[in-house]
């Protein structure tokens, strides 16, 4: 069984910064890419930011010059800086990993619980 396991969310003012962190923990041998996605009231949930396992990331357009993604390996954590934030980054922020279980040749992808971040103008 594996969980995954953010913090960091909260309240913040337009223009501030939040740092969310994500933990994967249990049975994992190796983790592929993790990343964060977000839903917002009433939206679908997209696509915030992703790092694959070498250390490539990929980004929305719409946080790319204002995010930074990084992960640690030797802790299977994954961490998203949130910088200049505007109103409408207003969500509840999911992070995921595609995980490897042992006896498994396969990945799988997990989701955390989530966590909510509110951006007041």
């Not at 995954?4 to 592929?32: K, P, Y």
């Not at 995010?67 to 969500?91: F, W, Y």
Request: charged share 15%.
């Amino acid at each position: 069984q594996v969980q995954l396991v953010e913090s960091g969310g909260g309240l913040a003012q337009a223009g501030g910064s939040l740092r969310l962190s994500c933990a994967a923990s249990g049975s994992i041998v190796s983790v592929n890419v993790m990343g964060w996605y977000r839903q917002a009231p009433g939206k679908q949930r997209e696509l915030v930011a992703t790092v694959g396992s070498s250390g490539s990331t990929n980004y929305a357009d719409s946080v790319k010059d204002r995010c930074a993604i990084s992960r640690d390996n030797a802790k299977n954590t994954v961490h998203l800086q949130m910088n200049s934030l505007k109103p409408e980054d207003t969500g509840v922020y999911y992070c995921y990993a595609q995980v490897r279980p042992p006896g498994s040749l396969y990945y799988y992808t997990t989701w955390g619980q989530g966590t909510q971040v509110t951006v007041s103008s």
